[in-house]
């Protein structure tokens, strides 16, 4: 029986040690850390806000953007389609030249054929490009969703930061407290 006793009262010590080191106030050196700890927090969220807002920014320039690149773009086939009207006008010209026979009709229906191809080549190559444009604008909203997304998960990783530092500050200002009196 007294190896028993002496058992349980070694084990009862050993369990009060042990909560007693668990439950050591904290220091000054940790309050601070705390404090810094939270205010750092603090300040990662109030970059992630900023850079969640300038990826909305960019998320409303880039729509702008691809907005008037299919406005471009429709202006273009508007072009190209009364450039083919007028390419085709030119042609029925031109042959009607050939069947009146006169040189000067003719050299002037050769020439306001080339100059209707000409324009119509330009209004597909710039068409291509207004294409090409929309494009990359809509490849860079894609990115900058994905921005927005990886900054909100780092905002709400930050906003766990800031709650687990107050309350480990709290914790150790309680502890503290506890102490002095």
Do not use: F
């Amino acid at each position: 029986m007294n190896r028993l006793t002496s058992w349980t009262v070694s084990a009862a010590c050993a369990m009060a040690a042990v909560a007693g080191l668990s439950a050591l106030p904290a220091s000054a050196q940790a309050v601070r850390e705390d404090v810094q700890d939270l205010r750092q927090d603090r300040g990662d969220v109030r970059q992630d806000t900023g850079d969640i807002r300038g990826d909305r920014q960019d998320i409303r320039q880039d729509t702008r953007d691809i907005k008037s690149d299919k406005q471009d773009v429709v202006k273009d086939t508007q072009d190209i389609h009364q450039d083919r009207t007028a390419l085709r006008g030119a042609r029925q010209q031109l042959r009607d030249a050939y069947k009146s026979g006169d040189p000067a009709a003719v050299k002037a229906a050769r020439e306001n054929l080339q100059k209707t191809r000409s324009s119509l080549r330009s209004d597909l190559k710039e068409r291509r490009g207004d294409l090409r444009d929309l494009h990359h604008d809509r490849q860079d909203r894609r990115a900058d969703v994905r921005d927005l997304h990886h900054d909100k998960q780092d905002r709400r990783a930050d906003e766990r930061d800031v709650r687990q530092d107050r309350s480990d500050l709290h914790r150790d200002l309680a502890a503290r407290r506890a102490k002095a009196q």
